[in-house]
């Protein structure tokens, strides 16, 4: 055993080599493309069942490539994590983010102004400068704080956290809105709904996956709605794809959803047309 062992390491070796060097390659064409600024943002429209209306958008970093084509948001967002390069990418898709939806704002007339959703990973919650980054970001643009949603994930709420707990009262006092990304997919108990300034939970894609046939994730779906109605927080459906899943989600007090049935993640021009198309009618 111990010297198939030893071949089946020789054997994949190579492979591994060549592995590193192609993470190293990425790191580094990563490094490259964060001081080029050689990324984009699209948007994904939020929609109020109810209503039908846009009331949001959440923000999705690209990465145009040119020659290896389009590296995936899963992939380069892990390594930056990784690496430490997602403090500069961070803070570039929040200054964009936040410019972006203020000039959509200034475009069209909303009695209720459409928000941005930043998504925030782990390591920018930790970091002390973010907050910073925050404030600047909205003075800046000129976005008002009510029009910010950050998404954090569970991971970042596992245990009592004096830190993460101050900045998230702080972010909240400004007039901020915490949302809750991938909601029922991390390891973790629910005390933190009760601990921390949440307002907002998004039931992660594979529960709405198996509804409406399902019926344990239908069951498991509506006492995640009950559960956010109960303790005063929103509920966002992610990646909503099929009419009865909008049906159901709708009848059971669902109030918001976000998925290819309503329109993929888009360029902000597209955008525009979406929430200029909904103001018309
Ligand atoms: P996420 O935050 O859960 O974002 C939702 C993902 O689901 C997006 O993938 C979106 O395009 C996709 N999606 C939306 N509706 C549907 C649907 O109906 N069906 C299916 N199959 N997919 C749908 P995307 O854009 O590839 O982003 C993947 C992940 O990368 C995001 O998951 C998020 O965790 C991360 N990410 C993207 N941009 C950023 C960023 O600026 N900062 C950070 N920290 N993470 C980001
Ligand atoms: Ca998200
Ligand atoms: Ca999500
Ligand atoms: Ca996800």
Not at 86 to 98: D, E, F, Q
Not at 105 to 115: E, F, G, K, L
Not at 117 to 143: H, K, M, P, Y
Not at 145 to 172: C, G, Y
């Amino acid at each position: 055993a111990k010297t198939s062992g030893k071949r089946q390491w020789r054997r994949f070796r190579p492979e591994l080599r060549e592995n590193m060097a192609k993470r190293h390659d990425l790191r580094v064409r990563l490094g490259r493309a964060i001081e080029e600024e050689e990324f984009s943002l699209l948007y994904q429209p939020v929609v109020d069942l109810a209503a039908g209306e846009v009331v949001g958008f959440e923000a999705l970093a690209r990465w145009p490539h040119t020659r290896r084509g389009l590296v995936s948001p899963l992939q380069f967002i892990a390594l930056a994590e990784e690496t430490g390069q997602i403090t500069p990418l961070g803070a570039w898709v929040l200054r964009n983010a936040a410019a972006d939806i203020a000039r959509l704002q200034s475009r069209t007339a909303r009695p209720v102004p459409p928000y941005v959703s930043v998504n925030v990973s782990a390591r920018q919650w930790r970091d002390t400068g973010f907050l910073g980054e925050v404030r600047r970001s909205l003075d800046i643009s000129g976005l008002r704080p009510e029009s910010l949603q950050l998404e954090l994930t569970e991971s970042v709420l596992v245990r009592r956290d004096d830190h993460i707990d101050a900045l998230l009262r702080t972010l909240k006092n400004m007039g901020i809105r915490i949302a809750v990304d991938d909601f029922g997919t991390g390891f973790s108990s629910l005390r933190y709904l009760r601990d921390f300034p949440i307002d907002v939970l998004k039931i992660d894609k594979t529960f709405i996956d198996d509804i409406p046939e399902e019926p344990r994730q239908v069951a498991l779906v509506e006492g995640i709605i009950r559960l956010a109605d109960t303790l005063g927080l929103q509920v966002i459906a992610e990646g909503v794809e099929g009419q009865a899943q909008r049906e159901l989600l709708t009848s059971m007090g669902c109030g918001f959803g976000q998925g290819f049935l309503f329109a993929p993640p888009m360029d902000l021009g597209e955008s525009e047309t979406v929430l200029l198309r909904h103001d018309d009618a």
